[in-house]
């Protein structure tokens, strides 16, 4: 059955296939062992939010390249803008010349950006760039040195953003020395707490924390260029920031005259029913860095500054091939896409899905939290609900179950699921979803 007459998954060869098979095993020989592949899935095309392997198996995607394809998996309006400007011009480097469609694209995302004021846009090609840009920004715009970023956050692999991350120790191990500069504070857990007690407290705690430790023992506030926030964290386990804590360093911020940067990668565009995550919880930030979902897979990214912030000059930062005409034409449609209607489906099913899944710490007894906005959801998974001990071989384990089922799901933090499907799933396909993975967790919970 050809993919485009399909809603839901369709498994035709045991999994991995034998095409499959073939490619992974080409695949160890040459590619770099340092890419993490939860099962084997060998990818041939994609259509909306169902993706077909090489041995025509069709998967439902609720993994979306990473939180990537916001529209889908070859969008007609996207791949129809692809193509009329690959045909056009595929590159003339905006570093050094115009495009009409690099101002066009940045008056948008200035107009959506949860920034009041003039601002500019600076365009990378992925989210860590945008992390690096803003990161020189914030020093260039204060003078000052220091940088502060979170526990559990992941902002990147490239050094100053690897600097920042401190997601994995395998992700810094072997590389330092990393940045000077950079320090790290509790993030707010709010099931887990700041400090792993006191859950109801993490907001209060981490904030007193930043104060009383941080900026008496640490680094004076006057020396702090910039913090680097998730609003929900990513690669950290799907874990939001609660409202009081982003308004209660938006306070802190503005008190000492530190710029306050919200990294979006992940949770902007859409993903959590609004533009951005940050708008939950009302705060202003100076800067959005965003990727992923900007451009429904091409490699994009930007920096939405205040334009008083965005003040460097000629030649302090540029990119070749940032701002690609091409990448730039997929991310114009691909947000015409979202305002047609794929912004308010993902708040519609996001509410569906938790609706769903309301009941799920009652009736598994491994789900310690459920959590999120919109379609940017986060299951963690425990041994025990009251000890809270994290069940990581658990995850694992759902991880490929799910795919054998022909759902793609991705792991975050330690012992979390995450579902990040494209934008544009229906009920059907949410509802399949949900039955699979309570499914799961039923079968896997009887073998403990």
Not at 14 to 24: D, E, N
Not at 157 to 173: C, D, E, F, I
Not at 174 to 202: D, I, M, Q, T, W
Not at 284 to 305: H, N, Q, R, Y
Request: with cysteine.
């Amino acid at each position: 059955m050809h993919i485009a007459e399909l809603k839901l998954p369709h498994l035709i060869t045991p999994l991995p296939g034998p095409k499959a098979q073939q490619i992974v095993e080409r695949d160890h020989r040459v590619v770099s062992p340092s890419y993490t592949r939860d099962y084997p899935l060998v990818a041939r095309t994609g259509r909306g939010a169902l993706v077909e392997d090489v041995d025509g198996n069709t998967f439902l995607d609720f993994a979306a390249g990473i939180a990537v394809v916001a529209t889908g998996h070859c969008h007609p309006q996207v791949v129809a803008a692809i193509q009329k400007q690959a045909a056009e011009l595929i590159h003339m480097s905006g570093t050094d010349f115009y495009y009409e469609g690099m101002a066009a694209l940045a008056e948008k995302l200035a107009e959506i950006a949860p920034l009041t004021g003039p601002k500019r846009v600076y365009f990378g090609n992925s989210g860590t760039e945008a992390v690096e840009a803003a990161m020189k920004l914030a020093r260039y715009h204060t003078g000052r040195p220091n940088l502060i970023a979170f526990h559990g956050c992941f902002h990147g692999r490239t050094m100053g953003a690897l600097s920042l991350t401190a997601s994995k120790s395998v992700q810094r191990k072997k590389f330092g020395p990393l940045l000077a500069g950079v320090f790290h504070a509790p993030y707010p857990n709010s099931y887990r707490g700041a400090y792993g007690v006191r859950s109801e407290h993490a907001a209060a705690d981490a904030l007193a924390y930043i104060e009383n430790e941080l900026f008496k023992r640490i680094t004076d506030p006057q020396d702090v260029a910039a913090f680097f926030i998730e609003p929900i964290q990513g690669e950290g386990g799907y874990l939001p920031a609660p409202a009081e804590f982003l308004q209660g360093l938006e306070r802190l911020c503005r008190t000492h005259g530190i710029l306050l940067v919200v990294d979006e990668v992940q949770s902007g565009m859409g993903r959590t029913g609004k533009w951005w995550a940050s708008e939950y919880a009302g705060i202003e930030p100076d800067m959005v860095c965003t990727a992923k979902g900007i451009a429904s897979g091409l490699p994009l990214g930007a920096v939405i500054a205040k334009a008083e912030v965005m003040d460097w000059k000629p030649g302090a930062h540029a990119s070749t091939f940032g701002g690609n005409p091409v990448a730039i034409a997929a991310s114009l449609a691909t947000i015409n896409v979202l305002e047609q209607g794929a912004l308010a489906n993902a708040a519609r099913m996001g509410e569906f899905i938790f609706g769903q899944m309301a009941g799920w710490r009652e009736r598994h007894r491994t789900v310690g939290d459920v959590r999120g906005k919109g379609l940017m959801i986060g299951i963690e998974l425990v041994r025990d609900q009251k000890t809270k001990e994290k069940a990581p071989e658990l995850r694992n384990r759902i991880l490929e179950m799910a795919f054998h089922r022909g759902l793609l799901i991705l792991g975050a933090g330690e012992n979390s699921l995450r579902l990040a499907p494209p934008l544009i799933i229906d009920e059907e396909q949410a509802a399949f979803a949900v039955r699979t993975l309570d499914a799961c967790l039923s079968e896997a919970e009887r073998g403990l």
